[in-house]
């Protein structure tokens, strides 16, 4: 996900949308954050 919200933002976004991932899902997702971007990897068995 790219964005021009800053760092705080990446930080917050990716753990929101990974708690999503984790509940809705059950996928442990891995984070990579960025002053501008957040890449989220997982596995899908």
């Known amino acids: 996900m790219h964005h021009e919200l800053g760092e705080k ?3 917050f976004l990716g753990h929101v949308i990974s ?3 984790e509940t809705d899902l059950g996928l442990t997702p891995n984070l990579d954050f960025s002053k501008s971007s957040i890449i989220i990897k997982f596995l899908v068995p």
């Open 9 to 11: 933002w990446s930080n």
């Open 19 to 21: 708690q999503g991932i």
